[in-house]
């Protein structure tokens, strides 16, 4: 929730309408961004208002704002025009990367509500809130709630409380509302095939972005791996190597950087790794340390003495710190950029995470599964990457009710302090995602 919400503002369990004009995100926002621009046809974008509750993204992923105000229309072609739209909250997702235009509707709020509740608690930032009574309702996922009214109102999805079990353990503590996204990261690939005694290779549009010459790259590394060093990088999808193709590689093919090698062990926690070959490293590189099991992933930080000669060996100083012990010889590979998978919700933590927690409760996993990577981004911008070691579950909340509380001693309960006499009742309700 963007908002903190008082005890006894009604909270409403809606299924989600919308109205049938259908527009597009013009420019592609990022996270935090607080105006967008949509496009449509010129009679539907002139309908859009201050109040208008707005749907960005696909149906089951997209995230709810309410406009502010709609200033600047424009005419882009002969049916269409753009509005300038300010939101009453930033955005919660990344849209930059985007590899489809993201459709934008207009909800439509005047149908009653399935049903309603009071509000006891719910904070700014939290992606969990908790009500008098929900007779069973704010417990369809991907129904929506809407909180409050006039301009504290917000709309959400509503989500499922689930547990996300992962490895390695917490790097660090994040907050509640740190966001929480499966990934996959992006591949290099022949678009058309390698023939012998070649020594040019052909990729797909912008894929050697991030390479560099001098540094070795092999081609097909899961079926008849070569290895080869690029001479020169004429264009977005060209690549001169050495030596020559040895042997035919069909299009599609993969091509992936030449996993580097430790050349010393490094301490759990340790954030320098020491490396055999630093071509093709430089800050924000994120790398893949280990195999199998014992997978990180980790950001570089810095490269310091870099000398520009291959392959240049030496320090690379890496963030977050490597988890558990790393002997020499363990294999360091470049992955490309890392993007939400296509179609699934993001989500939000429901709950603190602590340095060393192996299990991570958030708003809705519903369909993470085991071996997926997740990405967590804090409010700060930190960024840390953790493998799923089993599929998403969904956690039963409880009503617990405490009759009596234990007098911890004096050092205790100076922290914490509690009488004899303090009667407490937690629950969790229905959770709602971060968006």
Same mark, same amino acid.
């Given at each position: 929730?963007? *908002?903190?919400?008082?005890? %006894?503002?009604?909270?409403?369990?809606?299924?989600?309408?919308?109205?049938?004009?259908?527009?597009?995100?013009?420019?592609?926002?990022?996270? &935090?961004?607080?105006?967008?621009?949509?496009?449509?046809?010129?009679?539907?974008?002139?309908?859009?208002?201050?109040?208008?509750?707005?749907?960005?993204?696909?149906?089951?992923?997209?995230?709810?704002? @309410?406009?502010?105000?709609?200033?600047?229309?424009?005419?882009?072609?002969?049916?269409?025009? #753009?509005?300038?739209?300010?939101?009453?909250?930033?955005?919660?997702?990344?849209?930059?990367?985007?590899?489809?235009?993201?459709?934008?509707?207009?909800?439509?709020?005047?149908?009653?509500?399935?049903?309603?509740?009071?509000?006891?608690?719910?904070?700014?930032?939290?992606?969990?809130? @908790?009500?008098?009574?929900?007779?069973?309702?704010?417990?369809?996922?991907?129904?929506?709630? *809407?909180?409050?009214?006039?301009?504290?109102?917000?709309?959400?999805?509503?989500?499922?409380?689930?547990?996300?079990?992962?490895?390695?353990?917490?790097?660090?503590?994040?907050?509640?509302?740190?966001?929480?996204?499966?990934?996959?990261?992006?591949?290099?690939?022949?678009?058309?095939?390698?023939?012998?005694?070649?020594?040019?290779?052909?990729?797909?549009?912008?894929?050697?972005? &991030?390479?560099?010459? %001098?540094?070795?790259?092999?081609?097909?590394?899961?079926?008849?791996?070569?290895?080869?060093?690029?001479?020169?990088?004429?264009?977005?999808?060209?690549?001169?190597?050495?030596?020559?193709?040895?042997?035919?590689?069909?299009?599609?093919?993969?091509?992936?950087?030449?996993?580097?090698?430790? #050349?010393?062990?490094?301490?759990? &926690? &340790?954030?320098?790794?020491?490396?055999?070959? *630093?071509?093709?490293?430089?800050?924000?590189?994120?790398?893949?340390?280990?195999?199998?099991?014992?997978?990180?992933?980790?950001?570089?930080?810095?490269?310091?003495?870099? #000398?520009?000669?291959?392959?240049?060996?030496?320090?690379?100083?890496?963030?977050?710190?490597?988890?558990?012990?790393?002997?020499?010889?363990?294999?360091?590979?470049?992955?490309?950029?890392?993007?939400?998978?296509?179609?699934?919700?993001?989500?939000?933590?429901?709950?603190?995470?602590?340095?060393?927690?192996?299990?991570?409760?958030?708003?809705?996993?519903?369909?993470?599964?085991?071996?997926?990577?997740?990405?967590?981004? #804090?409010?700060?911008?930190?960024?840390?990457?953790?493998?799923?070691?089993?599929?998403?579950?969904?956690?039963?909340?409880?009503?617990?009710?405490?009759?009596?509380?234990?007098?911890?001693?004096?050092?205790?309960?100076?922290?914490?302090?509690?009488?004899?006499?303090?009667?407490?009742?937690?629950?969790?309700?229905?959770?709602?995602?971060?968006?």
């Amino acid at each position: 929730m963007s *908002r903190s919400h008082p005890g %006894g503002e009604v909270a409403q369990h809606r299924t989600r309408a919308a109205l049938a004009q259908p527009f597009t995100l013009e420019q592609v926002p990022g996270r &935090g961004a607080t105006w967008i621009v949509a496009r449509g046809l010129h009679a539907d974008v002139a309908l859009f208002a201050a109040n208008d509750c707005i749907e960005i993204g696909a149906v089951g992923v997209a995230e709810y704002r @309410f406009v502010r105000e709609a200033v600047q229309i424009t005419v882009v072609s002969a049916t269409e025009s #753009t509005v300038r739209l300010r939101l009453d909250s930033p955005l919660f997702l990344d849209y930059s990367t985007a590899a489809t235009p993201i459709p934008v509707l207009r909800i439509d709020l005047a149908p009653a509500p399935v049903g309603t509740a009071n509000i006891e608690t719910a904070t700014a930032g939290a992606g969990l809130f @908790f009500v008098d009574n929900r007779a069973g309702n704010f417990a369809t996922r991907a129904d929506l709630v *809407r909180l409050g009214t006039a301009d504290g109102q917000e709309v959400r999805r509503i989500g499922e409380f689930d547990s996300l079990a992962i490895a390695p353990p917490a790097y660090a503590n994040a907050d509640v509302g740190t966001l929480v996204e499966a990934v996959t990261f992006a591949t290099r690939s022949l678009a058309n095939p390698a023939v012998v005694n070649t020594n040019t290779l052909t990729l797909h549009a912008n894929e050697t972005n &991030g390479l560099v010459v %001098g540094e070795r790259i092999v081609i097909d590394p899961t079926g008849a791996p070569e290895t080869v060093t690029i001479q020169a990088i004429p264009s977005g999808t060209t690549l001169q190597v050495s030596p020559v193709v040895a042997a035919v590689h069909a299009a599609n093919q993969q091509v992936v950087p030449l996993a580097k090698t430790t #050349t010393a062990a490094v301490a759990a &926690g &340790g954030k320098v790794l020491a490396l055999d070959d *630093r071509i093709g490293l430089a800050e924000g590189t994120l790398l893949r340390v280990g195999a199998g099991g014992s997978t990180e992933f980790v950001s570089v930080a810095a490269v310091p003495a870099l #000398t520009g000669v291959a392959p240049d060996p030496g320090n690379v100083v890496v963030q977050p710190g490597i988890s558990q012990l790393t002997p020499s010889g363990t294999p360091v590979a470049i992955v490309g950029t890392a993007t939400p998978v296509a179609g699934r919700q993001a989500c939000a933590l429901a709950l603190p995470a602590r340095h060393g927690d192996a299990e991570l409760y958030v708003t809705d996993a519903n369909s993470f599964v085991s071996g997926e990577t997740i990405r967590l981004t #804090t409010a700060g911008g930190d960024v840390a990457f953790h493998r799923l070691t089993q599929n998403a579950v969904t956690v039963t909340p409880e009503m617990l009710t405490l009759q009596k509380l234990y007098r911890p001693p004096p050092s205790v309960s100076e922290a914490l302090p509690l009488s004899d006499s303090t009667r407490w009742t937690a629950s969790y309700d229905t959770p709602v995602d971060g968006s």
